[in-house]
């Protein structure tokens, strides 16, 4: 199931565009919000893995809302207004529902979410081996990566960057930030932010909300993360 939620100024435009969720079996509505402010508090709250965006809004539009997002959902723009549909697909947009639409474009959407679900939580990430590695999925082709090796994992959109000690590129995948959570957890990783994981074995300095792994590396803690980090920092820290 994809949990939605549907954010538009205009009470009857969310009215619609909540009924057709709630009519698609793949979908599920969450929260019918009418403002960015809103869909703000709710995607802070919990999972969300797509949201219906109306462009046109009053305060803070649709597009400068995505914009602000350090990981956003899946996004789908909805509007009346049609030359806003490139600027749509920049901000790597799902689809565009052009106002006023109706049920068959919507199953077409459906269609299109359900395709990019699929693909962000196949199992594109295995299990860890007796060796303490990962297989990745890039380009083409399968990575085997030791977890000791990792430095960081950052979170680009519906990819992911894995930096790692033996190599200046990072390898790129199309993974979601929640699975590979999950798996590196427990092998001394921990997410400090939406758009980072760390070894916590690599890190060389604290210094305020920010977390140096090397002299070339010093990456932010979210707000919604530095409890936990300043807590297992604390269980670390070495006093008289």
Do not use: W
């Amino acid at each position: 199931m994809i949990r939605c939620i549907a954010i538009d100024d205009e009470p009857l435009a969310l009215q619609q565009i909540s009924k057709y969720i709630s009519e698609i079996p793949d979908l599920e509505l969450v929260r019918a919000c009418q403002s960015a402010v809103e869909a703000r508090q709710v995607l802070s709250n919990g999972d969300v893995d797509a949201m219906f965006v109306d462009i046109n809004m009053p305060d803070l539009n649709g597009l400068d809302f995505v914009k602000s997002l350090e990981q956003p959902p899946m996004v789908v723009f909805t509007t009346a207004y049609s030359e806003y549909a490139v600027e749509g697909y920049k901000v790597d947009a799902v689809d565009y529902l052009l106002k006023p639409f109706g049920m068959e474009e919507m199953k077409k959407t459906a269609d299109k979410l359900r395709k990019q679900y699929d693909l962000l939580n196949a199992a594109q990430v295995s299990g860890v081996d007796d060796d303490n590695a990962i297989y990745i999925k890039t380009d083409y082709k399968i990575v085997r990566i030791e977890i000791s090796n990792i430095k960081y994992v950052e979170a680009m959109s519906e990819y992911l960057r894995i930096y790692t000690y033996d190599s200046p590129k990072a390898i790129v995948a199309l993974l979601s930030m929640k699975k590979m959570d999950e798996h590196l957890r427990n092998h001394k990783f921990m997410r400090i932010h939406r758009s980072y994981i760390i070894n916590l074995r690599r890190i060389k300095e604290v210094n305020r909300n920010h977390v140096s792994l090397d002299a070339d590396t010093s990456l932010p803690i979210g707000d919604m993360y530095k409890d936990t980090f300043n807590a297992y920092i604390a269980s670390k820290f070495l006093s008289k």
